[in-house]
């Protein structure tokens, strides 16, 4: 039985590519206050709200608790802007977590739109970091001051488009695209040769956005969710290596072609940081994170119970990495597990991150048993994307920031509502 959608989901997910309006001065608190508007809209106008069914499936209740440790860290927080942000972030996602009631005909629909914009932002990116001249006559003059700042800066780096008022956006949207993608791949057999193009498109929009700990993350979680998520025969097993020759040879086309032309700058870089690492000399290839990981470690040694303050790493952060970049653009450590050690402690650090835990080890569970079932259907698909969604935000939460950033927690969420969807389907057809 394929029950009735209230449209949260789709309306929630329309939204989150509004978050790319950053790049015209539209701050994220404002996108979560439409998020929150227009959902509750939605609801109301479309069969109501899906708040009962907290009481019969766990992974509301897991999301419920991050808001539950949140309140309880708050007294000890460093109070200032971005603090108050991530709750609202955890509050509302978690408010359209709980009244979201969906059904695969919406998650179909969702699914396609999902593949279109991400390859959209990786053409995007793509043509204009080819195009940096039609860039700089064209969009650039739109951009909001502060946004121009950071193209004008970061593109002497490597970097890429600085969309939604920073370099995360692009690559949470490709990601999402790309989860949902191989999802369907997946459940449809690994048939489909454009499938196996369109996620070249989507990879190479990432690699010339120029975010190192995003790309390493995609490339890990790809693999993963291709060899842990899906069955083995020799047929399927002999597509995957034929198309692994075929994206290297397109790899090494592309490395020829664009090596030398600046568009790889940022990747270079760091083996050329490696390279001279490995030979003896002082040189960080971690873009500065060794010492802000030293640093947490020391706050953690020094207060390992109950940390020095949930956001408060920010008042001992310092060193080269904090000169380099900003003073007030400094709040984090770039590894999710050290700051929670560092900031909350070991109370802290399981207390949040025992949800996140929780629903991994639930997907992976869940996507072995329908693996191992070659069980090709909507099911497998709903577990596909809702693990490829966390395994990426988990590995890249110990690269990055992106664990208190507004775009781990829409894309969470979306994974959270599809997943259960899967468990409410399966529960209504016993």
């Known amino acids: 039985m394929n029950e009735k959608s209230n449209k949260v989901l789709t309306t929630f997910v329309m939204c989150f590519y509004l978050f790319a ?6 701050r994220a608190r404002w996108i979560f206050v439409v998020i929150l508007i227009l959902s509750t809209f939605t609801a109301l106008t479309n069969g ?13 209740w897991y999301i419920l608790y991050f808001v539950v440790a949140v309140l309880i860290l708050l007294p000890n927080a460093r109070h200032e802007t971005d603090i108050y942000n991530y709750l609202m972030f955890v509050t509302i996602t978690t408010y359209i977590i709980t009244i979201a009631k969906t059904n695969s005909d919406e998650i179909d629909r969702i699914t396609n739109l999902a593949i279109k914009m991400g390859l959209f932002f990786a053409i995007y990116v793509s043509f204009f970091r080819i195009f940096p001249n039609i860039y700089s006559a064209t969009m650039y003059r739109f951009l909001e001051a502060s946004v ?12 890429g488009l600085p969309i939604g008022n920073g370099y995360t956006f692009a690559d949470s949207a490709i990601w999402l695209g790309i989860a949902f993608l191989i999802a369907k791949d997946i459940s449809e ?56 020759i075929i994206i290297l040879t397109v790899g090494l086309i592309f490395l020829r072609k664009f090596g030398n032309s600046g568009l790889l700058q940022r990747f270079t870089i760091m083996i050329e940081r490696i390279i001279l690492a490995r030979s003896g000399m002082s040189i960080d290839f ?31 952060a310092g060193g080269s990495y904090r000169a380099v970049l900003d003073i007030e653009g400094l709040r984090n450590v770039h590894n999710i597990l050290l700051q929670l050690l560092c900031e909350t ?24 048993q329908k693996a ?21 935000s988990v590995l890249l939460s110990f690269m990055d920031t992106n664990f208190y950033g507004q775009y781990f927690w829409c894309v969470f969420a979306m994974a959270v509502i599809v997943e259960d969807c899967s468990i409410c389907t399966a529960s209504n057809d016993k």
Not at 21 to 26: D, E, K, R
Request: charged content about 20%; proline content about 1%; aromatic content about 16%.
């Open 21 to 26: 309006l950053g790049s015209f001065g539209i």
């Open 48 to 60: 109501g709200f899906a708040i009962i069914r907290i009481s019969k499936f766990k992974m509301n």
């Open 148 to 159: 121009k700042e950071t193209y004008s800066y970061g593109s002497r780096f490597g970097y």
């Open 189 to 244: 057999g690994e048939r489909q040769t454009k499938y196996k193009i369109y996620l070249m498109i989507m990879v190479a929009g990432m690699l010339l956005e120029g975010r190192k700990s995003e790309l390493v993350c995609a490339v890990i979680t790809i693999v993963f969710m291709y060899y842990y998520c899906a069955n083995h025969s020799k047929k399927v097993l002999g597509r995957r290596i034929f198309y692994i």
């Open 286 to 316: 971690s873009s500065g994170r060794f010492e802000l990981w030293n640093i947490a470690l020391t706050l953690f040694k020094e207060n390992p119970i109950i940390g020095v303050g949930w956001g408060r790493f920010a008042n001992y």
């Open 345 to 368: 402690g070991i109370a802290g650090t399981i207390l949040v991150s025992f949800p996140i835990i929780s629903i991994l080890s639930r997907l992976l569970k869940s996507a072995k």
């Open 372 to 392: 191992k079932a070659s069980a090709n259907d909507n099911y497998n698909k709903y577990t596909v994307f809702a693990l490829g969604i966390m395994v990426y």
